[in-house]
């Protein structure tokens, strides 16, 4: 079955510099999540699109900002990057809000900056 | 606002034996709510989803239950196996329509 597909794996960024994430949800899920997890810590929920229409927004930094395009793919671009950036960033996937059936994780991009 | 604590936050046991994990939840307004695995520095992978009305969900040698009149969960792993060494991670979702997610308990089985 398909999944939930991200990419890059890895990332390597110097500070100041800008990282564009990409999400590719299982087909006919209708909403995306991002989520941010650094180390030793739970995911926390960044933002998340229903439809290509941003839905809900946590604790998102301004600097970072994401979409959802006419595909359904997502990508979170973030600029300026900060050392405190770096953690594993997962895109997750759902059908009708997850309330029958989950979500759906993918592996996560591994943002690494120095 | 939902927080989701687990306990133990690391748990070490010998091949064999059974095991239970915790998850408390303070808003039982949730639809659902989902256990995951995490092997190190890796992704998410769901292992059971309880929905609301019911009280267990079981896979293979993961049973889990719900009582959300005490807002507690318990991930019950029989016969544990060096390969059940990962996090685990239990994430309730409410009316705000996003997952909340515990801290997780670091288990880690020896041979």
């Known amino acids: 079955a398909a999944g939930v597909i991200q990419s890059p794996r890895h990332l390597i960024k110097e500070k100041r510099e800008t990282a564009t994430l990409k999400c590719y949800p299982i087909p006919r899920h209708d909403t995306v999540y991002w989520y941010q997890q650094g180390p030793g810590q739970d995911p926390q929920f960044l933002i998340s699109?229903?439809?290509?229409?941003?839905?809900d927004k946590g604790s998102i930094p301004d600097r970072f900002s994401a979409q959802q395009f006419s595909d359904y793919h997502s990508e979170l671009n973030m600029s300026s990057l900060e050392l405190g950036d770096s953690a594993l960033y997962f895109c997750?996937?759902?059908?009708?809000?997850?309330?029958?059936?989950?979500?759906?994780f993918g592996s996560g991009t591994r943002l690494t900056v120095v | 606002k939902q927080e989701v604590t687990q306990i133990p936050a690391a748990l070490s046991v010998p091949e064999g034996e059974n095991l239970v994990l915790n998850c408390s939840f303070t808003?039982?307004?949730?639809?659902?709510l989902q256990w995951f695995r995490q092997d190190p520095g890796k992704g998410l992978t769901s292992l059971l989803l309880i929905q609301s009305s019911q009280r267990e969900q079981t896979s293979g040698r993961l049973n889990a239950s719900l009582d959300k009149s005490s807002g507690r969960s318990t991930l019950y792993i029989a016969a544990s196996q060096p390969g059940d060494s990962a996090t685990y991670l239990c994430a309730s979702l409410g009316g705000g329509g996003k997952l909340i997610f515990g801290q997780g308990t670091e288990l880690s089985v020896k041979p």
């Open positions: 808003d039982s307004a949730i639809y659902n």
């Open positions: 997750a996937s759902s059908l009708d809000g997850g309330t029958n059936y989950g979500y759906t």
């Open positions: 699109f229903y439809e290509k229409m941003q839905s």
